[in-house]
T-cell receptor, first 116, second 111 residues
Framework: NAGVTQTPKFRVLKTGQSMTLLCAQD?????MYWYRQDPGMGLRLIHY???????AKGEVPDGYNVSRLKKQNFLLGLESAAPSQTSVYFC???????????????FGPGTRLLVL | EDQVTQSPEALRLQEGESSSLNCSYT??????LFWYRQDPGKGPEFLFT???AGEEKEKERLKATLTKKESFLHITAPKPEDSATYLC????????????FGTGTRLQVTL
């Protein structure tokens, strides 16, 4: 099992450009999450999904869109990048099938995004 | 609103010098408290989950404890390879089991 993988690892964008970050998991997990991590701010939830075809807003959703067309993939889109979106983005997934809410979240390696 | 505060922000220890990291939390109905380890340039790696006050869990040199207001991560006789940022997060009841994270404690263990 590869676990949770993220593509790309690093990207530089100019203000106003768009891009999509891909998260893939091979653990058949139902729930998936997108976080951003900034110095002194901790991990903050952007969007999440409780199953294929579902998405919901987290703590800091503005400027981002997401899609979960397949159970194993969770895409994070930036339509018009801004310097404030410079951050490290982490994807996580979680299994609820076996023990319900007691399962932990497993994180990917992150995508570093720099918006100039 | 759920809140998690970790202290200290940074801690420098000599190899073998034991210490504790603190995680104070405010949450409506704690479902679980999670500890993660994060190495530079990598994603958080799961360490422990604690579910109720009084619970303790151990893994090698690490021991996590939980009270109704805070959790401690005790590090006994640390080694340089224990150097990392340690993150605490709480889970409250509700949809999607969302986690609220603290800002972490950056631990450096020197020879």
């Amino acid at each position: 099992n590869a676990g949770v993988t993220q593509t790309p690892k690093f990207r530089v964008l100019k203000t106003g450009q768009s891009m999509t970050l891909l998260c893939a998991q091979d653990m058949n997990h139902e729930y998936m999450y997108w976080y951003r991590q900034d110095p002194g701010m901790g991990l903050r939830l952007i969007h999440y999904s409780v199953g294929e075809g579902t998405t919901a807003k987290g703590e800091v959703p503005d400027g981002y869109n997401v899609s979960r067309l397949k159970k194993q993939n969770f895409l994070l889109g930036l339509e018009s990048a801004a310097p404030s979106q410079t951050s490290v983005y982490f994807c996580a997934s979680r299994d609820i099938a076996r023990t319900g809410w007691r399962e932990t979240q497993y994180f990917g390696p992150g995508t570093r995004l720099l918006v100039l | 609103e759920d809140q998690v505060t970790q202290s200290p922000e940074a801690l420098r220890l000599q190899e073998g010098e034991s210490s504790s990291l603190n995680c104070s939390y405010t949450v409506s109905g704690l479902r679980g408290l999670f500890w993660y380890r994060q190495d530079p340039g990598k994603g958080p790696e799961f360490l422990f989950t604690l579910y109720s006050a009084g619970e303790e869990k151990e893994k090698e040199r690490l021991k996590a404890t939980l009270t109704k207001k805070e959790s401690f991560l005790h590090i006994t006789a640390p080694k340089p390879e224990d150097s990392a940022t340690y993150l605490c997060a709480v889970q409250a009841p509700g949809t999607a089991s969302k986690l609220t994270f603290g800002t972490g404690t950056r631990l450096q263990v020197t020879l």
